[in-house]
Every structure is written in C-alpha cells, then in structure tokens.
C-alpha cells in the first residue's frame, strides 16, 4: 500500500482545463486503484497507519425494525 506519496508542497490552484485532465485521468483507472488511491489519502487526513487502519467503535451504532 506505500505505492503513493503525498507531496504537500505540489498543491496549486488549478484552471478548469487543469481539473478536467485529472477527472479524465482517474475515470481511466481502475475501481481499485482509485480505492486505493483514496484510502491513502483518508489515512494522510486522519493520521492512521495503512497497516493498521482504526476499528469502527460498534457501540455507537444501534439497529432496529421499523414497525409498519
């Protein structure tokens, strides 16, 4: 999973021909690429490790059935 690195000084503003080419660029990849690619950049955000990415807290969550 360390196939990406993220470069915190390349950002810039982009023009909208800019941005379509990145758009066309990721349509082009793979659904798991783009997984991928976007989980990295969760744990760059969320300050997690790739190898040990945190556990959903359950006891947060409650399902029931709705009554009709």
Do not use: C, G
Request: no cysteine; charged share 30%.
């Amino acid at each position: 999973m360390n196939d990406y690195k993220l470069d915190r000084t390349a950002f810039k503003m982009q023009t909208f021909e800019e941005a379509d080419m990145q758009y066309e660029f990721w349509k082009k990849q793979s659904i798991d690429e783009r997984f991928r690619a976007a989980f990295y950049l969760n744990s760059i955000a969320y300050d997690f490790d790739l190898n040990n990415p945190p556990r959903i807290n359950k006891t947060v969550f409650s399902m029931r059935k709705l009554a009709h």
